[in-house]
C-alpha cells in the first residue's frame, strides 16, 4: 500500500496537504481539481484508509484550534502544528474530527463519540472545561494549563533562548538586540510577559551585554515588523550586531526593514529566528532558526491521546507533560560580525 510521502511524490503536493484532503479537513482551502489530482493518485497507487482500532470501530480525535484559519494565514506555526496532527492520524488509521469554535465554546462538526481531544495553542478556563465536557481524554499542543488532569507536549524556550545567544556569542557578536512582543496571553489566556523576550533580557544581563536600546517592541507579525524597525531605524536608534527574533514573522519583517534602510543580512545585521518551519529554509536568506521540531510535537500529541484510550489497549491513566528540546539549526542569515 502507498504511504502520504509517496502519494505526495505522484501528486505534486506537499504530505500536509495531501493529508488534510484524504483526512477531509473542511478548512482546507483546496481547488476541485487538487482534490481530485489526490484523490486520483491516492486509487492509482492503491492508497487504503483501513481505520480500524484493536477493537474493530474507529478511533476518533477531536481537534481544537486557538486561531481561525485566516488567523493561522498571519502565524502559520499552529497551521503547521494542525498539518502534522492530521498527517499521524492518517498514518495511524485514526479519525480527526475538527471543533467549530463558537465563542467561548466548541461544536462538534460530525455527531460521533470520542476518544480524545487534541487542542492546539492556548484556551481560557471556560473553553477548557467545555473541552473536558467533550472528552476526559484532553491534550494540550504547545500550552499546559491543565496538568493535573490533561496530557500536554511544550516546548523548552529557555533551552532554545541559550542555544540562540551561545551561538552569536561564539561568533563574536555582543551587541545583540530582541524583536518581538513583551507581553504575550499565557496558558489560560491571560496577559503576561513575553518568555521568549524575558528570557533573552535574563541571559544577556549575565553575560553584562544587555541594552535595553536594542528591544523593539511588536507583535508578532511581519507587516508591523517592517513598521516597527523602520520607526526604529528613521529616529536613529542605535543598532546591535544581531537580532534574535520572537518567531518567523518577526525575523521576516527584519528581514524586509534592513533591506529598505540599504543594510544586509547577514553581513550588516545577523539574525537568528525561533521555531523554523518550512518557511525559515525558503526564505532569503535562509533563516538560522531554533527548530522547535513542528512534526514531532504533532506526532506526540496524537501519541498522547491514544495512550489514554482503553479500546486501543492503553493503560496509562496519569496525565503527563512532555517537553521538547529546540534544536539550532544553522543556515544563511547569521554570520560573524563585520
Not at 154 to 169: T, W
Not at 254 to 269: F, K
Request: hydrophobic share 40%; charged share 20%.
Amino acid at each position: 500500500m502507498a504511504t502520504l510521502k509517496e502519494l505526495a511524490a505522484y501528486s505534486g503536493y506537499s504530505v500536509a496537504t495531501v493529508s488534510r484532503i484524504l483526512n477531509n479537513d473542511p478548512t482546507m482551502a483546496a481547488s476541485e481539481e487538487t482534490r481530485k489530482r489526490v484523490l486520483e493518485a491516492a486509487g492509482a497507487l492503491g492508497y487504503e484508509k483501513s481505520r480500524r482500532s484493536r477493537g474493530g470501530k474507529s478511533l476518533r480525535l477531536g481537534v481544537a484550534e486557538m486561531l481561525t484559519p485566516a488567523e493561522q494565514l498571519d502565524d502559520p506555526y499552529y497551521l503547521y502544528l494542525k498539518n502534522f496532527v492530521a498527517q499521524e492520524c492518517l498514518e495511524r488509521k485514526i479519525d480527526l474530527i475538527p471543533l467549530q469554535q463558537q465563542a467561548d465554546s466548541f461544536v462538534q462538526m460530525l455527531p460521533a463519540a470520542l476518544d480524545g481531544v487534541i487542542a492546539i495553542g492556548i484556551f481560557n478556563m471556560q473553553q477548557i472545561e467545555m473541552l473536558h465536557g467533550l472528552s476526559a481524554n484532553l491534550v494540550f499542543l504547545d500550552s499546559s494549563p491543565d496538568e493535573a488532569r490533561s496530557d500536554s507536549v511544550v516546548i523548552n524556550y529557555r533551552l532554545g533562548i541559550e542555544q540562540a545567544l551561545e551561538h552569536l556569542f561564539e561568533l563574536g557578536h555582543r551587541q545583540i538586540g530582541f524583536i518581538g512582543p513583551s507581553t504575550k496571553l499565557d496558558d489560560w489566556k491571560r496577559p503576561a510577559p513575553e518568555l521568549r523576550r524575558q528570557l533573552f533580557i535574563h541571559f544577556m544581563s549575565e553575560r553584562n551585554a544587555y541594552d535595553s536600546r536594542y528591544l523593539v517592541d511588536v507583535p508578532t507579525n511581519a507587516a508591523e515588523t517592517v513598521a516597527a524597525l523602520g520607526r526604529h531605524l528613521r529616529a536613529g536608534k542605535p543598532l546591535p550586531t544581531a537580532f534574535l527574533t520572537a518567531n518567523e514573522e518577526n525575523a521576516i519583517g527584519t528581514v524586509r526593514a534592513l533591506q529598505a534602510a540599504g543594510l544586509r543580512v547577514p553581513q550588516d545585521v545577523s539574525i537568528i529566528s525561533f521555531n523554523d518551519t518550512p518557511l525559515s529554509e525558503l526564505f532569503d536568506p535562509p533563516l538560522t532558526s531554533i527548530s522547535t521540531h513542528v512534526q514531532e510535537m504533532g506526532r506526540m500529541a496524537v501519541q498522547l491521546a491514544v495512550e489514554r484510550i482503553p479500546r486501543a489497549g492503553s493503560l496509562r491513566e496519569l496525565p503527563v507533560k512532555l517537553i521538547v528540546p529546540p534544536t539550532l539549526v544553522l543556515r544563511g542569515s547569521a554570520a560573524a560580525p563585520s
